[in-house]
């Protein structure tokens, strides 16, 4: 009978990635690129980014190298797994008969390694909104379709990170297939692996793995504890929702918007924010039309234009939309929050616009 937990060498996490490899899937895993941490497709260990650590601050991000062996020593790059399931731009129908439509499935079933346990839930909620909604997205649905998803517990704390808050992290709870701890001290390097799904525990017994021992899952629990402990971030308490929707007329929208640029990177980086744009192009020359489906942001000046207008001219008004459904109409339409606690939206706000801090400044305004 196979252990709850199981030990994996680094070697045996390449056997794993190995075996998903041959058994069809495209592996996706975490890459050091261009000054970031990227998602990438992985054909083993030697891809991920060893030895790498990020710093992140309001408005700020840095990767630097440490020397360690460690492979998941970093929190949080820009680019979520939202892009892989609910792709940047995606053709739509054509409108030329000689044009095939895309249906957005990828070309091999996915497997993700290292998604943190906030995105586990931010891809749950992707699943709620764009799958199993009153109005599913079949294109998200296909590519979603068979994914085979491996988390990874953080080890560290970013400066922006604000999961414990949210319920969300340091460690997953639910939603994978297979979930890794990384260890490293005095007794090596090495992994406590564990089953989340009835494929996750098939796949374990394709890799070389040991039992773990209570000294494992004690440095497990550990590494958690002293993530959650590390955060000093949150979310004021309480009924967050109900205060926010009293404060519609509040003067502090004015006071965010002064410093807002209204250049939507919070919610490109964001792993929940879901909307789109729809475009029709014609190349001059060959006369070619096609339907192009993008990302869209409720910052963007255009995007709440009717036939009378725009419905949120200004950036208070469009700060405030996007503050409100992230924190307080996503209960009304989906039965949780539209953040996870990953942070994203501080750091990569150029002005370090603080999503925690201002939900504070609100309440007492």
Excluded at 149 to 172: H, K, Q, S
Excluded at 234 to 247: A, F, S, T
Aim: proline fraction near 6%; glycine fraction near 10%; hydrophobic fraction near 40%.
């Amino acid at each position: 009978m196979q252990p709850e937990h199981v030990i994996l060498s680094p070697q045996g996490l390449d056997t794993l990635i190995e075996r998903l490899r041959a058994a069809g899937f495209r592996v996706l895993g975490p890459v050091a690129r261009d000054g970031a941490i990227a998602y990438a497709e992985i054909a083993g260990v030697r891809d991920l980014p060893r030895g790498w650590r990020d710093a992140q601050s309001p408005g700020r991000y840095r990767l630097r190298r440490t020397g360690s062996p460690v492979l998941f020593g970093f929190n949080l790059g820009p680019q979520g797994w939202k892009r892989v399931f609910h792709v940047p731009q995606l053709r739509l129908v054509p409108t030329d008969p000689g044009q095939e439509e895309s249906d957005g499935k990828a070309e091999a079933p996915l497997a993700l390694l290292g998604v943190r346990p906030c995105e586990l839930e931010a891809v749950r909620i992707q699943d709620r909104v764009l799958r199993a909604g009153a109005f599913p997205d079949p294109h998200y649905a296909a590519r979603r379709e068979g994914a085979f998803l491996i988390a990874v517990n953080c080890a560290t704390a970013a400066e922006t990170c604000f999961c414990t808050g949210m319920g969300t992290g340091p460690r997953a709870r639910s939603g994978y297939d297979l979930a890794l701890t990384e260890l490293v001290d005095a007794t090596g390097h090495r992994f406590l692996l564990e089953a989340g799904s009835e494929r996750g525990r098939a796949l374990i017994e394709e890799v070389p793995y040991a039992p773990a021992r209570e000294s494992d899952l004690a440095a497990a629990r550990a590494v958690s504890e002293r993530v959650s402990g590390a955060m000093r971030r949150r979310l004021p308490r309480g009924d967050l929702r109900g205060e926010i929707l009293r404060r519609l007329e509040s003067p502090h929208w004015e006071v965010v918007a002064r410093r807002c640029l209204a250049c939507g990177n919070c919610t490109q980086v964001c792993p929940t924010c879901f909307c789109t744009t729809v475009e029709d192009h014609e190349d001059w020359v060959t006369g070619a039309t096609w339907r192009l489906r993008h990302w869209g942001s409720c910052f963007d000046e255009d995007f709440s234009y009717l036939h009378g207008g725009r419905v949120r001219p200004d950036i208070a008004s469009r700060y405030r939309q996007w503050f409100i459904h992230k924190l307080a109409t996503w209960h009304d339409q989906f039965d949780t929050a539209g953040c996870v606690g990953c942070g994203r939206c501080i750091t990569w706000c150029p002005v370090g616009i603080d999503i925690t801090a201002e939900a504070a400044a609100l309440l007492e305004a």
